[in-house]
């Protein structure tokens, strides 16, 4: 690595630790501001909210924010050395543009590797905590609203319930089928089911068990049974940002068991699946454009290459909203979802670094 790589690369680095900084320091106050009169509600302590709550959540924000916070720092280390006319120098001595954009690119992969660990496994364990603390606190008590319930528990058993209370644990008209091919061999069927935390199963009381075998159906009724079932009650419980809580080793096994389950609401967690992977890339992406852009002086100053620099973040920012609102709804695949964004931005950088002066 060359003197002058050393020294863009420290600019870099620490101009966007400083960005990042600031940004998360103003989203804490105001996120405080909006959320103090729930603190005081529920009389929570200051030890809570800043080790609960804000020093788990500061990790998820200075990530969420890192699109933003790169391209800024980019746009502003690039334009401060276009305006002190060390960009027109470098370029002078023989550096190609090519070349020049090789700091950038070493400090934008140090800090995708950087994001790409938090992503996948420190921030869902801080999210773990931090929403945790907002179920508890903020929230409003969390009801299971859901009716005529089907679930896929095993290869060839299904269960049914009409309706599940999550206070207590139970789930009414309880029905448990085992289907090899489209052939019904056991039905047991129960007016409640209750889970026993004690022994970690579900109980349930007078249940009737009919088992098939062609013509043949032989009828037995229990008074009381015990038994282990692939279903537990944080099946039924709050889904208020799950995705965010899991590292990316339990985001897959979750996955792989929505799609054994057959579950329909398993877009939201591949989207997430897939961003973990895609946002690297885009750090990258966005480091690069941010240099094209901001590597000319400009006449008004860096202020107006700054501005440039927000504009087309936000702009990247409005293009994963709007991906990630197709995926839910079915219009776009997860996985063309989480890269679409980073795909045009590329043909965005590409057109810029063919077509701007510089």
Not at 54 to 81: D, G, H, Q, R, W
Not at 191 to 206: A, G, L, R
């Amino acid at each position: 690595m060359k003197l002058l790589d050393k020294y863009i690369l420290k600019k870099f680095l620490t101009t966007y630790v400083f960005v990042v900084l600031i940004l998360v320091a103003i989203i804490c106050v105001i996120d405080f501001t909006e959320k103090n009169d729930d603190f005081i509600k529920n009389n929570v302590s200051a030890h809570e909210i800043f080790f609960d709550y804000y020093l788990n959540l500061i990790p998820f924000y200075a990530n969420m924010l890192s699109p933003i916070t790169v391209f800024i720092a980019t746009v502003f280390v690039t334009a401060k050395l276009a305006a002190h006319t060390e960009i027109v120098a470098i370029l002078s001595s023989g550096v190609s543009f090519k070349r020049l954009l090789v700091p950038y690119i070493i400090g934008a992969s140090l800090i995708g590797v950087m994001i790409f660990g938090l992503i996948g496994w420190v921030i869902p364990n801080a999210n773990k905590k931090s929403v945790a603390f907002q179920v508890k606190y903020i929230k409003s008590p969390f009801t299971y609203e859901g009716r005529n319930i089907h679930m896929k528990i095993a290869p060839d058993t299904y269960a049914y319930m009409e309706s599940y209370n999550n206070t207590h644990h139970v789930g009414y008209n309880f029905a448990l089928e085992t289907i090899e091919g489209t052939t019904l061999k056991k039905k047991l069927t129960t007016y409640y089911i209750s889970w026993k935390p004690e022994i970690e199963k579900w109980h349930m009381d007078n249940y009737t068990l009919r088992t098939f075998d062609g013509e043949k159906e032989t009828l037995y009724k229990g008074t009381a049974l015990d038994t282990t079932l692939n279903m537990y009650p944080k099946d039924f419980e709050s889904t208020y940002k799950l995705e965010q809580t899991m590292t990316l080793t339990e985001l897959n096994k979750f996955i792989r068991q929505k799609k054994e389950r057959g579950a329909d609401d398993i877009e939201t967690y591949l989207i997430e699946k897939y961003e973990r992977y895609s946002y690297p890339f885009a750090i990258i992406i966005l480091t690069v454009i941010g240099v094209i852009v901001s590597a000319r002086k400009a006449r008004g100053g860096v202020g107006v290459q700054i501005a440039l620099g927000f504009f087309l973040a936000f702009v990247f920012i409005i293009f994963v909203i709007t991906s990630r609102s197709l995926a839910q709804v079915g219009d776009l695949a997860p996985q063309y979802a989480a890269w679409v964004p980073t795909f045009i931005f590329t043909g965005i950088g590409f057109l810029l670094y063919r077509y701007i002066p510089r």
